[in-house]
């Protein structure tokens, strides 16, 4: 991706205001927003491009540290593309904190209701209630990284391999990193 020439302060703003939007949508963890991440930086803005959307989350989960890392790195990119270090600096700031603050304070204050008031019944309905929503975020998120925003079935052994891993987890008591490590290796062998 060519750099962009100029990024006037309502653009830094932009991508602040969005992060924070974000963040109160983020629920089951930041990675859940992925999608209209990509929608919002890729797709309507073109700040990123697909491949480096792509490697700043999987560069930021196989690092260690917080899943979270990943938007620092959008962040950086996308100050990349305008021109310099001081840019990547500042767009990591800003994705982070716009990330991070309202889900901050929001879940310290409802922790602390929730905790006081755990024996309610709209309570235990409400994180009951939850549990689909964070599930089909979280396949979105999944769908768009396996198919970059594209659905192709000429890759059936991945289809099938996902599948399979899907069945095994839901299914059995298999360690995820046996599963890892067997599509690593089927990666390796070039069979997927």
């Known amino acids: 991706m060519t750099p962009v020439l100029s990024f006037s302060p ?12 974000l963040s109160l949508l983020a629920v089951g963890g930041a ?5 209209d991440m990509h929608r919002f930086l ?16 999987a560069i930021a989960q196989a690092a ?12 950086w990119n996308v100050g990349l593309n305008t021109g310099g ?16 603050l309202p889900t901050m304070l ?16 709209a309570v235990r309905a409400f994180k009951l209630g ?7 975020l979280l396949v979105a998120t999944g769908w768009l990284l396996a198919t970059g925003s594209r659905y192709d079935a000429s890759h059936w052994r991945l289809w099938l391999v996902t599948a399979v891993t899907t069945l095994l987890a839901w299914r059995t008591r298999l360690h995820l990193l046996v599963m890892l490590a067997v599509g690593a290796a089927l990666g390796a062998l070039g069979w997927v």
Do not use: E, K, Y
């Not at 260690?64 to 962040?75: A, K």
């Not at 939850?130 to 089909?136: D, E, K, Y």
């Open 10 to 21: 309502a653009d830094w703003l932009g991508l602040l205001g969005h992060f924070l939007s």
């Open 85 to 100: 270090l001081l840019a990547a600096a500042l767009g990591m700031a800003l994705a982070l904190a716009g990330m991070l």
């Open 130 to 136: 939850m549990q689909p929503v964070v599930i089909a």
């Open 42 to 57: 890729v797709d309507q803005r073109h700040w990123l491009s697909d491949p480096q959307f792509n490697a700043s989350i």
């Open 31 to 35: 990675i859940t927003t992925a999608p």
């Open 64 to 75: 260690p540290g917080p899943n979270i890392l990943f938007v620092g790195l959008m962040g």
């Open 106 to 121: 929001l879940a310290w204050q409802v922790g602390r209701w929730g905790h006081r008031n755990r024996d309610r019944r």
